[in-house]
């Protein structure tokens, strides 16, 4: 670093267990320093071996957040650039997977000396230096890192330890938080600290102190629990904060600010605030705007893993449901989002015509056959039918296959994906991704990240990039859009002559022309009939609303109002 600035590093860790809330925590200490004037980035550490996210089930692990760099990462990923409003790099996402294997690429090329390698110090110093790095490439003031996991567990303890030392050698520099749980049980009625308090004592036998704990529980900490924890874990009274659960997780900063946390953190790491005004102002218009709605806009989510159970999907489709709740905010409505299972449309169990109860249908991305048919049955049904219809990647894919099958009449129209040998591939595999298949390379192999397309005029597509709110679109560069992608297969180009023909307009292109970026129906035939071969929703955020998203639910509530 030049010496000139003074970075700052914020490390939050989680005690007592995992899944509450670390991630959201992050993001709001991130956006009140913002508040305060401060540029900040933000570092998720994953301690699994997984070089990335990429190669795991989001049904299991969450969804796969996709950086502009092209980088497969964990969905917290996803919840920081919504709450900072700003693109993060490569740099602030690291596993244990990257580490170690930099550490062991180094040692193949002599890079230690004859040096013995060993996890302390080589492998916590390539962690530091990550560190570090993030907080270069990022060019902010201050660095927020969580680091996955909880503490006591064994995978995360070099990152924490790496910590330590980033803090032995910059002691004004550093702030540790430990976002913690107080239990209540049923049968006692209480809240217990003392699960809190073992958890300081595992972290300070790591030899870190927490400046801040964060007392996650069902309800607001009390005077006397807040006083125990200060005395026995060496917090001051006031940097106990109290976070109880609440209905958005748009409100936690705000929350958060109401226990001064803003200026807790400054003082922490010795600095002073760079507003005068109340730097959260807009956000907490934003935030209330979730709570003002009464009346429902109603979409269908449809896909083949809808029987897997709520929460689970929650998780694994999370950037699709913060795109659809932010949009539906803007318009004034509260999303009301049903989960439909494919796979019963195909078995019978239900009749695609109960698509028909709601203001919109939304097909995210996925892979392979499983539910496929029963999709395409409702995507037939919402065009057929006039619902406004929103694909994502495969959803767009499948819209394409839909209409070859119905409007064109090539029944047995389909992707590679699922039949390589079929008479008509509308969608087929990029060449270059021919390759990475019959080299079994699967990890970051996909096409990955941010490209450009060009929007066609009098579209739907255009008319909704060209709304003023819209997000980085200036009234000069509309046509050209960047997006993010997912994907290995493509709309076959063999066919785009005889779809378009038959009605399907390829409203967005990569700039050579030769992918198709976006399909729709003209709005003349239909209110909303559009899919995507980018992932929309992973640039959707609360101050900057996708325009797709938008049109979409604006097309939908059009639909119940003429019902
Ligand atoms: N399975 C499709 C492909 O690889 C779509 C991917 C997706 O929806 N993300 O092209």
Redesign the pocket.
């Known amino acids: 670093m030049s010496g000139v600035k003074r970075h700052k590093y914020i490390f939050v860790i989680g005690g007592v267990m995992s899944g509450v809330g670390k991630g959201i925590a992050s993001s709001s200490i991130g956006l009140l320093l913002q508040a305060k004037g401060f540029s900040v980035n933000l570092v998720k550490v994953d301690p699994y071996l997984n070089v990335d996210a990429g190669t795991m089930n989001p049904t299991e692990h969450g969804e796969v957040f996709v950086l502009n760099s092209g980088l497969e990462t964990d969905q917290d990923m996803g919840n920081y650039e919504r709450f900072l409003n700003r693109d993060l790099s490569s740099e602030d996402y690291m596993t244990s997977g990257q580490v170690y294997l930099t550490v062991l690429k180094k040692e193949r090329a002599l890079e230690y000396k004859g040096k013995c390698v060993e996890a302390i110090p080589h492998v916590t110093e390539e962690i530091r230096h990550r560190f570090i790095r993030s907080a270069e490439v990022s060019g902010s003031d201050i660095t927020v890192v969580e680091i996955g996991g909880t503490v006591g567990d064994y995978q995360n303890m070099m990152f924490i330890e790496a910590a330590r030392i980033l803090n032995l050698k910059n002691p004004d520099d550093v702030a540790f938080i430990l976002v913690s749980y107080l239990p209540v049980p049923g049968n006692i009625g209480e809240m217990k600290t003392k699960p809190t308090q073992n958890a300081v004592r595992q972290l300070n036998s790591y030899g870190v102190q927490p400046d801040i704990i964060i007392a996650r529980s069902a309800t607001p900490l009390d005077a006397k629990r807040k006083e125990k924890l200060s005395i026995s874990c060496s917090v001051p009274e006031e940097n106990v904060i109290s976070a109880p659960d609440i209905s958005s997780i748009y409100d936690v900063p705000i929350n958060f600010e109401k226990e001064k946390m803003g200026e807790i953190l400054l003082k922490t790491l010795r600095l002073t605030t760079r507003v005068k005004k109340d730097g959260l102002t807009t956000w907490k218009k934003f935030a209330s705007s979730a709570h003002g709605a009464t009346e429902e806009v109603k979409i269908a989510v449809v896909g083949k893993y809808f029987d897997s159970g709520d929460f689970v999907l929650s998780d694994a489709y999370l950037s699709v449901i913060e795109a659809l709740k932010i949009s539906a905010y803007k318009v004034g409505r509260k999303p009301k989002l049903t989960w439909v299972n494919s796979k019963e449309f195909e078995k019978g169990t239900k009749e695609v015509s109960m698509l028909k109860e709601f203001d919109g249908i939304l097909v ?5 056959e499983s539910g496929i048919e029963g999709i395409l049955l409702a995507i037939r049904f919402a065009r057929e039918n006039k619902i406004p219809y929103f694909g ?4 767009m ?1 499948l819209a394409c296959i839909e209409y070859a099958r119905n409007v064109l009449g090539l029944a047995e129209a389909t ?1 590679t ?1 699922i039949d390589s040998k079929t008479t008509h591939p509308i ?1 087929d ?1 990029m060449p270059e991704q021919k390759k990475h298949m019959a080299e079994g390379k699967f990890g970051a192999t ?2 990955l990240g941010a490209y450009p397309c060009e929007v066609k005029p009098n579209t739907t597509a255009f008319d909704a990039y060209s709304d003023p709110g819209s997000y980085k679109l200036t009234a000069k560069s509309y046509k050209l859009i960047s997006e993010r ?6 709309v076959n180009p063999e066919y785009i002559t005889q779809l378009e023909k038959a009605g399907l307009v390829f409203s967005g292109k990569s700039p050579d022309g030769v992918l198709m970026e976006i399909a729709e129906l003209p709005k003349k035939v239909h209110p909303f009939f559009l899919g995507t ?1 980018f ?1 929309p929703e992973l640039q959707a955020r609360p101050l900057a609303p996708h325009p797709l998203f938008t049109a979409f639910l604006r097309a939908a509530i059009g639909q119940t109002k003429g019902k």
């Open positions: 995210p991305g996925g892979f392979g994502l990647c495969y959803g894919q992707t994906e969608i595999i996909m096409r992608h997912r994907h290995r297969y493509e071969q992932h």
